[in-house]
């Protein structure tokens, strides 16, 4: 195993860094993408963004990830961000670890097209859907982070 891993019970465990984009439209509603995970029988709710590339700074791999996982464009993520801890399983491995949460502003809704998945993103994708605050609440499945609504609060009063 890589430093980056250790075993958690039966699980690995992984640290690996990420970057997430907490998106917001003219509305004030959130952008948020709709995962299922098969081997852990869970369903959620969660920002777009993912792992930071070797090489690649935070910032850098917000804006990518964007733009793979919603077509929007990655020059809409500004440079302001708010640590966010974070611990789940997802396919079987156990993640423990902070990310940087980034802020992109919109007018209107932008239109989502999802177009740059990896294997792995396509077979646990759902769907995507602009959520308001209350919508947000009274989602069937978890957010994840489980304290979403309070990071939204301390990234939108940043921007």
Excluded: N
Aim: glycine letters at 12%.
């Amino acid at each position: 195993m890589s430093d980056s891993q250790a075993s958690v019970g039966d699980s690995p465990a992984s640290d690996r860094a990420a970057a997430r984009v907490v998106c917001v439209d003219g509305d004030g509603r959130v952008l948020l993408m709709h995962w299922h995970d098969a081997v852990g029988g869970r369903s959620l709710w969660e920002p777009p963004g993912g792992g930071i590339d070797p090489g690649e700074s935070p910032f850098e791999a917000a804006r990518r990830e964007l733009t793979e996982e919603t077509g929007l464009p990655g020059e809409a993520v500004l440079d302001r961000w708010v640590p966010v801890r974070r611990e789940f399983d997802w396919l079987g491995v156990h993640y423990a670890k902070t990310e940087r949460f980034y802020l992109a502003r919109f007018d209107g809704t932008p239109e989502v097209a999802p177009g740059a998945f990896t294997a792995e993103e396509d077979d646990t994708y759902l769907g995507f859907g602009w959520f308001s605050p209350a919508e947000m609440a009274g989602l069937a499945d978890p957010l994840e982070p489980p304290d979403l609504m309070e990071v939204v609060s301390r990234i939108t009063r940043l921007g």
